[in-house]
């Protein structure tokens, strides 16, 4: 186990000893328990979060309102916000997986929503877009020093919105509005509807749906977060959490002072760590491989990497 | 005064907002002039308004090439500088200067403007309407340690500076970048920095990815050279804790 992990100060499995926040969370709580403990603290004073339509609906002053067509409904389409209390994260708790442009709201976070502090969840790719704002400040002014504490969450892949409509509609045969739950794991995609019903889909019908994008990632378990959390790793209901940066001790240190989390030895739990460095090595070798090969894609001519 | 790197700054086609967001510094540019740079010449903040031999030269605006001593200016201040850094949107990319038909008192023959890289060889871009002050901060305390360091400070100086040096290959950019180089390249995965980048508000996210008011666009360039798949480098940008507390200890 190595590079694929990134740096890190600890890792452990977590779960929040919140109970009303579990049952709103996606796996151990760890995300919104970490934000609501850091506005308690004022460690933070908003948080970037994934919110969705019907939350926009109610709380527009949360939301910037671009041009999204806000009387269409659309269940599980993420719209970011920003939010300053307990309540409002546990509205925007559980994951979406579709695109959520949390960092759109970065800049404007500091501006017309006044934060000093700001909080951020991403997927391991938003946190390299917000550490290379921090080095590269090219059209973000004022706000690296602002960022305050940024949660990155473990990510294989994402799917644009309509992916996730035709796979939740057309192949689960589910609609979306009566979805309470979608979950990647143990090699299934999980639908739960609200009713009790249970899809899964195998991962080999969902892999034509995926965000080209997502194809050159080499980022599994957001290496650039402050904090990062998966479920993958820990038991059912637990996250693994690194702990990363020094804020991210900070930060974690006091959480855990504050018995905000309950916590087991990552050697002690199964699947482990194990199991996460075995699906990082898998993501970043298929994703070099596809690196390698737009480098011959056309005939003497390539396609763009990203990466110098 | 010998560890101090000489510093230059040329003004041509410019509103004078970079050479704002460079004193919006405030104790961090003074810290800087008082012990990393000498700042020789530059028509707002020094004595000295002509150019002179320099370590490194800003330059702020495009060039008008129907104004002799502008183009002078610029060819000189090449001339004069081992490092030229074309400083903001107009300088690196034309920016809202390619909007120009002329016509204005008391020049009305001042008509068609050009990025300098197109007159003359530019090392470094610092892109963006206007550039930032920490961005700036960043690049002067980088070229510090590019010229002054040590042999690591020099290597980590290098590998920071060397995106913003490639990015000198190109003098146009406006929101198309982020549709031929980085949407249709297939590399965009709908994080939303350029929307934050955009200091007009002309781009938007359309069902996670970024849709561009492109009448808004001003073509400074900073959506594209600020999202993570325009260019990003693992060896600096997973160094960012140390590095910034380098650059902010390097300024205390
Ligand atoms: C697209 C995607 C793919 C993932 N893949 C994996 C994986 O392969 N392995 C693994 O272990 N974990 C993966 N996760 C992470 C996992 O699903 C949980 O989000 C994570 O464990 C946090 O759970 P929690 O209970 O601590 O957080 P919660 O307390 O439930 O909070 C989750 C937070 O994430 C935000 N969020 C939800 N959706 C998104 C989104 N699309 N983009 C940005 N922020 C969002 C929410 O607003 C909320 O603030 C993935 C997440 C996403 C979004
Ligand atoms: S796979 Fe990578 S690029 Fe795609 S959403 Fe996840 S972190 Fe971002
Ligand atoms: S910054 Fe780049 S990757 Fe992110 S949404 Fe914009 S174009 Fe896509
Ligand atoms: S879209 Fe905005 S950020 Fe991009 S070049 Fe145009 S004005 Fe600049």
Same mark, same amino acid.
């Given at each position: ?28 709580? *760890? ?47 993420? *719209?970011? #916000? ?17 695109? /959520? ?43 690296? #020093? ?47 509807? @609200? ?81 996460? /460095?075995?699906?990082?090595?898998? @993501? ?10 737009? @480098? ?13 | %005064? ?56 800003? &330059? ?13 200016? $610029? ?48 090392? &470094? ?15 002067? &305390? %980088? ?21 913003? %040096? ?22 965009? %995965? ?60 390097? $300024?205390?």
């Amino acid at each position: 186990m190595g590079a694929e992990l990134g740096k890190y100060k600890s890792c452990v499995s977590a779960r929040s000893t919140d109970k009303e926040l579990l049952k709103c969370a996606q796996d151990g709580g *760890i995300v919104s328990s970490l934000f609501a403990f850091a506005l308690d603290e004022g460690i933070i004073d908003g948080a970037i979060v994934a919110a969705t339509k019907e939350f926009a609906a109610k709380n527009p002053s949360k939301v910037i309102i671009d041009s999204t067509n806000f009387d269409m409904i659309e269940p599980w389409r993420p *719209i970011p #916000a920003i939010v300053n209390t307990k309540a409002e994260l546990l509205a925007a708790a559980g994951t979406k997986y579709n695109i /959520s442009p949390n960092v759109a709201l970065l800049k404007e976070a500091t501006r017309s929503f006044g934060l000093d502090k700001v909080g951020i969840v991403g997927t391991p790719c938003q946190m390299q877009a917000v550490r290379k704002a921090q080095l590269y400040p090219i059209g973000m002014r004022d706000v690296g #020093a602002s960022i305050a504490l940024a949660v990155g969450i473990f990510c294989m892949e994402n799917f644009p919105y309509q992916s996730i409509l035709q796979l939740v509609e057309d192949h689960a045969a589910m609609k979306l509005e009566s979805v309470k739950k979608m979950e990647i794991g143990k090699g299934k995609f999980w639908v739960y509807g @609200k009713r009790g019903q249970v899809v899964q889909l195998p991962l080999k019908v969902t892999h034509k749906y995926e965000q080209p994008g997502c194809h050159v990632c080499l980022d599994y378990v957001a290496n650039l977060g402050d904090i990062s959390t998966g479920s993958v790793g820990s038991p059912d209901g637990w996250s693994t959490v690194f702990v990363r940066s020094k804020i991210g001790d900070s930060v974690w240190a006091k959480a855990m002072a504050a018995g905000v989390f309950e916590t087991q030895p990552i050697e002690k739990v199964k699947p482990g760590l194990e199991l996460v /460095s075995k699906l990082a090595n898998e @993501k970043i070798t298929k994703n070099k491989a596809t690196l390698e090969a737009r @480098k011959t894609f056309g005939v003497g001519k390539a396609l763009r990497n990203p990466y110098i | %005064m010998a560890d101090k790197i000489t510093l230059g700054y040329t003004h041509l086609s410019g509103c004078t907002g970079c050479t704002v967001a460079l004193a919006d510094n405030y104790a961090g540019l003074l810290t800087l002039l008082d012990k990393y740079v000498d700042l020789k010449y530059m028509p707002t903040l020094a004595d000295a308004r002509h150019v002179q031999k320099v370590d490194v030269s800003f &330059v702020e605006g495009s060039v008008c090439i129907n104004d002799k001593l502008a183009v002078e200016e $610029l060819k000189e201040t090449r001339e004069k500088s081992t490092i030229v850094v074309a400083l903001g949107g107009c300088a690196c990319y034309g920016n809202i200067t390619r909007f120009s038909r002329g016509g204005q008192q008391n020049q009305p023959a001042h008509e068609a403007y050009l990025p300098i890289g197109d007159l003359i060889k530019v090392d &470094v871009y610092i892109p963006g309407c206007a550039p930032t002050p920490q961005m700036i901060r960043n690049v002067a &305390v %980088m070229a510090y340690l590019l010229l002054k360091g040590t042999k690591e400070q020099k290597d980590l100086a290098t590998a920071f500076l060397t995106p913003l %040096m490639k990015l000198t290959e190109k003098t146009e950019a406006c929101f198309c970048e982020l549709m031929t180089q980085v949407i249709n390249q297939g590399l965009c %995965m709908g994080c939303g920095t350029c929307v934050a980048a955009c200091p007009v508000n002309a781009i938007t996210m359309e069902y996670g990815k970024p849709n561009g008011e492109r009448d808004l666009c001003i073509k400074c360039g900073a959506c594209y050279s600020q999202c993570p798949r325009s260019w990003f480098s693992f060896d600096v940008v997973e160094n960012y804790e140390a590095i910034n507390e380098a650059i902010m200890a390097a $300024l205390q």
